[in-house]
Nanobody, 126 residues
């Protein structure tokens, strides 16, 4: 059974940092695609950062480029999202998503992903 469990959300002041974790089970991170999406109130879900093991490529959204880093630990079968210089616009529910078999180039599209975690709330506010 494939599962994704996110942890690490919380309340942080602008300019602060958070690290989200996504523990994957039922598949390995050696193939397919996995990454992070977020959804703010009243907005559509958007890709934040995703990694394609199949292509060995990483994608970042324009709004987080240079501030967020996606990290993969194959020994722990866990993906992390290191978020620095957080802004109020980063507030939202962050979801981990995976498709263990996807090898295409459009791995930044939410519709490509078969499995989703329950989400973790990130609030950036003073």
């Amino acid at each position: 059974q494939i599962q994704l469990v996110e942890t690490g959300g919380g309340l942080v002041q602008p300019g602060g940092s958070l690290r989200l974790s996504c523990a994957a089970s039922g598949f390995t991170l050696d193939y397919g695609a996995i990454g992070w999406f977020r959804q703010a109130p009243g907005k559509e879900r958007e890709a934040v950062s995703v990694f394609s093991a199949s292509l060995d490529q990483t994608w970042y959204g324009d709004s987080v480029q240079g501030r967020f880093t996606i990290l993969r630990d194959t020994a722990k079968n866990t993906v992390y999202l290191q978020m620095n210089s957080l802004k109020p616009d980063d507030t939202g529910v962050y979801y981990c998503a995976a498709d263990p078999w996807y090898a295409g180039s459009r791995y930044y599209e939410a519709a490509r992903y078969l499995y989703w975690g329950q989400g973790t709330q990130v609030t950036v506010s003073s």
